[in-house]
């Protein structure tokens, strides 16, 4: 079954600034893209933004974590694109480095849009 016009439109987000809309940015808050808005996940990809590449130790180190959690989240940002890993060996020893991809830096891009025109909004009030 086709769906109507009004079931194919685009989210507020996508179709107007948050402080041309009143009362909006609390849905607007929603709309952001959860993948990126994890602490964990933002703070990999603002790093990656700033960096032309990192190591899994300059990463860890930089976002003072474990092993384990750096690793479920960059592995969640390699999945979607957001980020590229490179291993390789220097001398005897494994190295992984990360990268931001441009569909990443992209989707970086339109997260911190979103942010400021959430604040605009709020601001606003």
């Known amino acids: 079954m086709a769906k109507?016009?009004?079931?194919?439109?685009?989210?507020?987000?996508?179709?107007?600034?948050?402080?041309?809309?009143?009362?909006?940015?609390?849905?607007g808050a929603q709309a952001l893209d959860r993948l990126i808005h994890e602490r964990m996940r933002l703070g990999i990809v603002s790093a990656l933004a700033v960096n032309e590449s990192l190591t899994f130790n300059d990463l860890k180190k930089l976002l003072a974590t474990t092993d384990g959690n750096l690793s479920v989240h960059a592995r969640r940002l390699e999945e979607a694109g957001y980020i590229a890993c490179a291993?390789?060996?220097?001398?005897?020893?494994?190295?992984?480095?990360?990268?931001?991809?441009?569909?990443?830096?992209?989707?970086?891009?339109?997260?911190?849009?979103?942010?400021?025109?959430?604040?605009?909004?709020?601001r606003e009030r």
């Open 4 to 27: 109507s016009g009004a079931a194919r439109r685009k989210p507020v987000a996508e179709t107007a600034e948050l402080s041309e809309i009143p009362g909006r940015a609390a849905a």
């Open 87 to 122: 291993k390789y060996f220097d001398g005897r020893l494994p190295k992984t480095e990360f990268r931001l991809t441009a569909p990443g830096r992209h989707a970086l891009e339109r997260y911190l849009d979103h942010m400021e025109a959430l604040i605009r909004a709020t």
